[in-house]
């Protein structure tokens, strides 16, 4: 089976937002001071290496050209996050809002792929797996967002 280009393009779009977001997150990682909180986005970064990893694969195993790097859109608000987190000092809470802003952006466009029919069973429970578990990052930044 071969992908349209239509769907290849959707998946490479998944693959260069995931690279933003691992991006996005280590460059969270050092602007906070909570050492849980540092953890916790060390994590999300690696598990969206993971992501990007198996949507490489995935892409690759469907005869298509994956994409090497992340957005220019994603490039910018990584810039703008850094901006932010320099004028307002390191504000973890408004770092936790930035991330949890991605993380709502990043369902969303999980939601919009998934509404495509012409994926294999494969990608599809791939896409459904990293789905839920960005609801469940968004599901902790909600509680960390509470707390701080």
């Known amino acids: 089976m071969k992908y349209t280009e239509k769907i290849s ?12 977001a691992e991006k996005g997150y280590l460059n969270s990682a050092e602007n ?3 050492s849980n909180l540092k953890i916790f986005f060390k994590n999300r970064a ?4 993971q992501f990007a990893k ?13 994409e090497d790097d992340g957005s220019f859109k994603g490039a910018m608000h990584r810039n703008w996050m850094s901006l932010k987190s320099l004028f307002s000092t390191n504000d973890e809470e408004a770092i936790l809002e930035e991330a949890l802003r991605g993380e709502k952006a990043s369902l969303e466009e999980y939601k919009e792929i998934l509404k495509e029919d012409a994926f294999a069973p494969s990608t599809r429970k791939m896409l459904e797996q990293q789905q839920q578990k960005i609801q469940s990052a968004i599901n902790i930044l909600m509680v960390e967002e509470e707390l701080a």
């Open 9 to 20: 393009n959707k998946l490479n779009e998944l693959l260069e937002k995931n690279y933003d």
């Open 46 to 49: 690696s598990e969206r290496s």
């Open 32 to 34: 906070v001071e909570s």
């Open 54 to 66: 198996e949507l490489r694969t995935e892409i690759l195993s469907y005869g298509q050209i994956p």
